[in-house]
């Protein structure tokens, strides 16, 4: 590999600058120059005989499997709180520079608590609807066990999620996870909340919800009632077992698309309402302040982003050749319809291939083809949802709100690959 016919016999000629090849070319190409790289070492082992994990039997049976001790890097990242705050306040991340695919492991998902994580019995947790109602009804775990399910494949992303870089003027050094960690993927199972609202008799006057948890917080937030009628779920299920006790066990709230602060966890109260509680949670914190001085208040959709995993930062290049450049993106308004890929710091752009199924509010694996010569590079990608939305540069995200605001950041992430493969968190 290496001489520039070979390269372009079997990927064409690049279609934007600084080597980046067409989407279709990593299916065909990249197992053929796998393969090449694979069959010196086979013949060797081949030759050595058995592997010593065939001379004696494994390890016996765990009642619950845990992921191999080889990876046990792969941790989530402790958020480091400012004193005086207690660590049961704050976050850890997802570190999504080690996954792959669109699913977290439940062990992996993100946690964001304002007072802990309570430890609720099911036989004793209630669900409450109420307020402006035909009648008001309590519904315990076992009941709703007793209702149609659906199972839905969803992005959580806090609102806070890279506002470290929203604000800081020079670009911090650090992993995809530690900037944008506070983002997972999961599949969630559970009873839709309009067949509750349904059953108990919504006021048509009614517009809005307040949702309360049961955590020392006391965590309560304004819904809209049109996004409680339309997918709102009462999730019991997270990744197919019953959801953990850090996402909300017994019961959370499942906005898919909303900000994460909305998915009430350890959901103990629903109060129909017709117009916006204004609780502490909703006016503190997750409003954005504009350049006239004007706050803008319930930005409740995510909007379009997404992040390059491969490389980023400590995901370094290992020497001039042939990478696949992977990443997760997502929109909590519908669908990814595309991500646009560039390495010459948003010059020129290609496309990249999304890898199946790609689903509403759901995390989206994107990839694409590169022949990187060893010279300096910068990595970005850009997000285009299904309506038409798209990801801004930083400089257009800064330029919407007044200075300091950090909440909302879905600004494209920039990194630079030096010529020794080192990669770095840069602004463009
Ligand atoms: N009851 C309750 N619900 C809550 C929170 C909380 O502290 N208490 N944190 C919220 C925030 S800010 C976010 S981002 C999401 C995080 O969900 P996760 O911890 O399952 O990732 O839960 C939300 N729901
Ligand atoms: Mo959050």
């Excluded at 765990?62 to 705050?85: E, Q």
């Excluded at 108990?200 to 809209?224: F, I, K, N, Y």
């Excluded at 999730?235 to 019961?251: D, T, V, W």
């Amino acid at each position: 590999m290496g001489k520039k016919q070979d390269v372009t016999e079997l990927f064409g000629e690049p279609v934007a600058g600084n080597g980046l090849l067409h989407r279709r070319f990593f299916l065909q190409s990249s197992a053929a120059l796998a393969g090449a790289a694979a069959s010196p070492a086979l013949a060797e082992s081949i030759g050595a005989g058995s592997p010593p994990t065939m001379l004696k039997p494994g390890a016996q049976f765990n009642a619950y499997g845990m992921p191999s001790h080889w990876r046990d890097n792969i941790k989530r990242i402790l958020a480091t709180n400012v004193p005086p705050a207690r660590e049961v306040t704050g976050s850890i991340r997802t570190p999504l520079q080690y996954l792959e695919g669109t699913i977290t492991p439940a062990g992996l998902h993100y946690v964001r608590n304002h007072n802990g994580t309570p430890d609720i019995d099911p036989s004793k947790h209630e669900l409450l609807i109420h307020g402006m109602v035909r009648q008001p009804s309590i519904f315990t775990v076992d009941s709703l066990m007793r209702y149609p399910m659906r199972t839905e494949i969803h992005f959580m992303e806090c609102a806070g999620n890279s506002g470290g870089i929203a604000g800081a003027a020079m670009p911090q050094q650090a992993t995809a996870g530690d900037l944008h960690g506070l983002l997972s993927g999961s599949e969630w199972t559970g009873v839709k909340l309009s067949t509750l609202l349904d059953e108990v008799g919504v006021d048509p006057r009614a517009a809005w919800m307040l949702a309360e948890g049961a955590d020392a917080a006391g965590m309560s937030r304004s819904v809209p009632v049109w996004k409680a009628m339309d997918d709102a779920m009462i999730a019991l299920y997270q990744n197919g077992e019953p959801i953990r006790p850090e996402q909300g066990f017994p019961m959370r709230l499942l906005l898919p698309g909303f900000e994460g602060n909305t998915n009430v966890k350890w959901l103990r109260r629903l109060k129909l309402m017709d117009g916006p509680m204004y609780t502490k949670d909703e006016t503190s914190r997750y409003t954005e302040l504009q350049p006239d001085g004007k706050a803008r208040e319930f930005m409740l959709q995510m909007e379009p982003k997404s992040v390059i995993l491969k490389p980023s930062f400590s995901v370094d290049m290992q020497g001039p050749g042939y990478y696949e450049i992977s990443g997760v993106a997502w929109s909590g308004l519908g669908r990814v319809r595309k991500v646009d890929i560039s390495a010459d710091g948003g010059k020129t752009w290609a496309e990249a291939a999304l890898t199946n199924p790609v689903l509403p509010k759901a995390l989206t694996r994107f990839r694409l083809p590169w022949m990187w010569n060893g010279g300096p590079a910068v990595l970005m990608s850009r997000t285009t949802d299904e309506k038409g939305r798209v990801q801004p540069t930083h400089a257009e995200w800064l330029a919407q709100y007044a200075p300091r605001q950090n909440f909302h950041f879905n600004a494209i992430q920039s990194w630079a690959i030096g010529a020794n493969g080192k990669v770095s968190n840069v602004y463009v």
